[in-house]
């Protein structure tokens, strides 16, 4: 599916279609059962061409299976997610289990994301954790995607101009100020569970993510994700046309990306 809007901003890479599917798509790429991985990774090398499947044994990491829509995998985090994402939690990083386990910042110290374990849990408390109804979620590029599939969200990778492109044209039929939220949380939070349950929404907004400072050397350095449910993602393709998008102002920022 080749999409207007991309086209029409000049990406630098094709959207990504995330897919909700029983089928594994041959070739994928995946991560091996047991072994840690970033999803963000996974969906860098999907805007780049590839694509990439998960399923309930081989998400990266808890965040990754938590961001991906296979429930809540922060249950599972020993010593306690919300001391990770903050403070840290000393007293398990010393027991012979937080020694064994590998994590990208010292259990220790933690990753100073929240002042305290106690805010943190009010962050996992208020995610809108999910379990897919599928076996598997898949990263893929629209334009690599076939008629018979259908995404649950589509996913752009823009600077600053295109995201600015990308937050008018969201609200170009709405006539509503907020119809694009940028939420704290993991970058595989952003990519999917958190603009997957807009898209339980009458009126869905769209998602700028990959604000994630954990996710960010996976991405490059000058751009963020929008990520859109499928419903929206369409009205927004059929408003390409007579919008700003063909016009003067555009244009003229427009060559700057070029």
């Known amino acids: 599916m080749q999409s207007k809007i991309a086209a029409a901003i ?36 999907a805007a780049k061409g590839r694509t990439a499947v998960f399923d309930r044994r081989t998400f990266g990491c808890l965040g990754g ?19 990770y994402i903050s403070t840290g939690n000393k007293e398990f990083a010393a027991s012979p289990a937080g020694r064994n386990m590998r994590t990208s910042t010292p259990l220790a110290e933690g990753e100073g994301y929240y002042k305290s374990p106690a805010i ?58 907020e119809t694009v939220l940028a939420p704290f949380g993991a970058g595989c939070h952003t990519l999917f569970i958190i603009p997957y349950a807009e898209a339980q929404k ?39 046309e007579g919008s700003f998008l063909q016009r003067e102002t555009w244009l003229n920022v427009l060559k700057r990306n070029q």
């Not at 991906?68 to 001391?83: A, H, K, R, S, T």
């Not at 009126?203 to 993510?209: E, L």
């Open 120 to 177: 943190a849990k009010k962050f996992v408390d208020a995610l809108p954790m999910t379990d897919v109804p599928s076996t598997y979620v898949v990263f893929k590029p629209l334009d690599q995607m076939t008629e018979t599939e259908e995404p649950a969200v589509v996913v752009f990778l823009a600077n600053a101009d295109q995201l600015s492109a990308l937050a008018v044209l969201a609200n170009y039929d709405r006539g509503a100020s």
């Open 202 to 240: 009458e009126q869905p907004r769209a998602i700028i993510g990959l604000t994630d400072i954990s996710a960010r050397k996976h991405v490059d350095k000058d751009l963020l994700s929008f990520a859109v449910p499928y419903k929206m993602f369409r009205q927004m393709e059929d408003n390409v």
């Open 65 to 83: 299976g938590t961001g991906l829509g296979f429930g809540n995998q922060y249950v599972n985090f020993p010593g306690g997610i919300e001391y």
């Open 10 to 45: 000049n990406l630098r890479y094709p959207p990504v279609a995330i897919i909700l599917t029983d089928e594994k798509p041959a070739g994928a790429l995946q991560f091996k059962e047991g072994r840690w991985g970033c999803v963000a990774a996974m969906f860098t090398a």
